[in-house]
């Protein structure tokens, strides 16, 4: 039995996965802290897990958008979304973060501190407490290396010069955006005792293991060179807190069934979530869309549109033809595992890496979330009468699912806290001599 302290922040898509690693080590019976944002405390509480707040670093008692601290949807390019992200979660208040870790670890020891991989400020106190580390990434692999497309672009891989140029290019263009705010970092390192680093990236180098929680082949080949990035598989929980689905369509309904869905954390998907309605109306078709933190109110009414804050997914799924996602990692693994292809509208974060994925396997198609109805209807309809991406939505589908009953993040998460404890006892076994 071990003693695990998660760090996690309420960002959408980021706290299923880790709440069901927490929810799964409680079942092994471990002890499991998590500590997060108020706004998180009932589904922290679901897992058997202890609720710990954040009292330093940016935490908010709510989800609503007015409360939102990053705002990313009010940035007016990709880059100044990044440095959103960058400035107000990642590295800007990361001694923040650290400061609420250490006060926590002082309150209570831990055999091993999980940290959501965006928080990187959970990094520096594992380093500085001398706390085995693991850092949980819930996207694909996005830290720049060679002999993978260059993160946070969305591209797929390519071969030859042109290949290699363009990745390297994007690689340096993606380190400078995060080295922008290495002072920063560095200054936090400095008030902990630890040294500078000379690069952003260098930070996972010093943490135990970082788990990427998606199936390698999916995260295209070749798979991090760094040794302690483990490709662990998809934790494939769903929120438990949905109503049953009932169809409000006669049962042999010959119209094909369309799940149109978007981010529990607010991106501002009206066009997306419009277009997408109209479109599935234009082809005949019906759609049951759920719209987060979106009114469905203000969706347009027709027979053929049911809208609804949210659902359970894999039940709609299992009757879907179609996906049309703005491709968080969690909707589409979920969609493939069920073998239902997609049509990804990325809206921001990580969204356009995880669409490169999807349409390099073959298993969906893309379009901007400002394409035109008809361009929507189009690429949708392509996916109902082709029936090459549900094959293909399936044979990925059944990797992830292996991948998946693994849970190889378990043992890895308990193999570093074993060797935590170890490490304990033979210091304190020095110290006796």
Request: with cysteine.
């Amino acid at each position: 039995m071990s003693r695990f302290l998660f760090l996690l922040w309420d960002g959408g898509g980021n706290v299923p996965p880790q709440l069901g690693i927490a929810r799964r080590l409680v079942a092994r019976g471990h002890h499991v802290r998590v500590l997060t944002e108020p706004s998180l405390q009932r589904e922290v509480a679901a897992t058997g897990a202890r609720f710990v707040p954040l009292s330093t670093a940016p935490h908010r008692s709510d989800r609503s958008p007015a409360s939102d601290f990053v705002r990313d949807w009010e940035a007016r390019t990709p880059i100044g979304e990044f440095a959103r992200t960058r400035d107000r979660v990642l590295i800007g208040p990361a001694a923040l973060y650290a400061a609420d870790v250490l006060a926590e670890l002082r309150r209570e020891p831990a055999d091993a501190l999980a940290v959501d991989w965006l928080l990187f400020g959970g990094a520096l106190a594992g380093e500085a407490a001398g706390v085995s580390t693991v850092m949980i990434c819930h996207n694909p692999w996005m830290v720049p290396e060679p002999g993978r497309p260059a993160p946070g672009l969305g591209l797929r891989p390519a071969a030859g010069i042109a290949g290699r140029v363009r990745d390297a290019v994007g690689n340096r263009l993606f380190t400078a955006s995060f080295d922008r705010a290495l002072p920063t970092l560095n200054a936090a390192r400095r008030d902990l005792g630890l040294e500078e680093l000379t690069t952003v990236s260098d930070l996972f180098g010093r943490v135990e293991r970082v788990l990427v929680l998606t199936e390698n082949a999916f995260d295209f080949i070749p798979t991090s060179r760094a040794a302690n990035v483990i490709h662990v598989g998809p934790v494939l929980d769903e929120p438990n807190d949905t109503e049953p689905w009932s169809s409000p369509w006669a049962a042999g309904d010959p119209r094909p069934l369309v799940l149109v869905t978007t981010s529990s954390y607010f991106q501002d998907p009206h066009t997306m979530l419009d277009t997408a309605c109209a479109a599935v109306r234009n082809i005949g078709a019906r759609a049951v869309v759920t719209t987060g933190a979106v009114d469905p109110g203000t969706l347009p009414q027709h027979e053929s549109i049911f809208a609804a804050p949210s659902l359970p997914h894999d039940q709609v799924m299992r009757q879907a033809d179609a996906v049309i996602s703005h491709c968080g990692l969690g909707t589409v693994h979920r969609a493939l595992t069920l073998g239902v292809p997609l049509l990804c509208q990325p809206i921001g974060r990580d969204q356009p890496d995880v669409a490169a994925r999807v349409v390099a396997a073959g298993a969906g198609l893309r379009q901007s979330p400002k394409a035109s109805q008809q361009r929507v209807a189009r690429a949708l309809n392509r996916l109902l009468t082709d029936r090459t991406y549900r094959e293909h939505a399936s044979d990925v589908g059944a990797r992830l699912r292996r991948a998946a009953d693994r849970q190889a993040y378990l043992a890895e998460l308990e193999s570093a806290a074993e060797a935590q404890k170890s490490s304990t006892v033979h210091e304190v076994a020095q110290r006796n001599a």
